[in-house]
């Protein structure tokens, strides 16, 4: 039987936090960098068509359908992949942030926490 974890102290928090946040950049710059090559390796002698705006298409509005697109190596898909990672990216530090505030057992920043955590999932999710 293990005994309680120690706490996770500022340093060892700052530090993951650090790596958390270069590694997601990281992978959502290549994700982005990969479709980009292969969106223009596919499209890049087309020419534009400036009269008429086209958004994007329903598939890739909706993260089933991004995942779809980027599996398939579309390079649209793989460059909105590359976005929603970045986006992921902050949110996953302020769970980090939770989870080693919850570790520390500091009631008053576990509730800030959760209501930054609150307020990024109900920009993301809540706000149709």
Known sequence: MRGPRPPVTDEQMEQ???GLLRAGVLLASAVVAV????YLARHGAEAPRYGTFRGEPD???????????????????????????????????????????ARQRDRTYVAVTLCVLGVLAYSLFGSH
């Not at 479709?35 to 292969?38: Q, S, T, V, Y």
């Not at 599996?71 to 590359?82: D, F, K, P, S």
């Open 16 to 18: 993951l936090i650090g």
């Open 35 to 38: 479709g980009a090559a292969i």
């Open 59 to 101: 598939d890739l509005r909706h993260l089933s359908g991004i995942l779809r697109s980027a599996t398939a190596l579309h390079g649209r898909g793989l460059i909105q992949l590359g976005l929603v990672l970045l986006i992921a990216t902050p949110i996953a530090r302020v769970s980090l942030a939770l989870y080693g505030f």
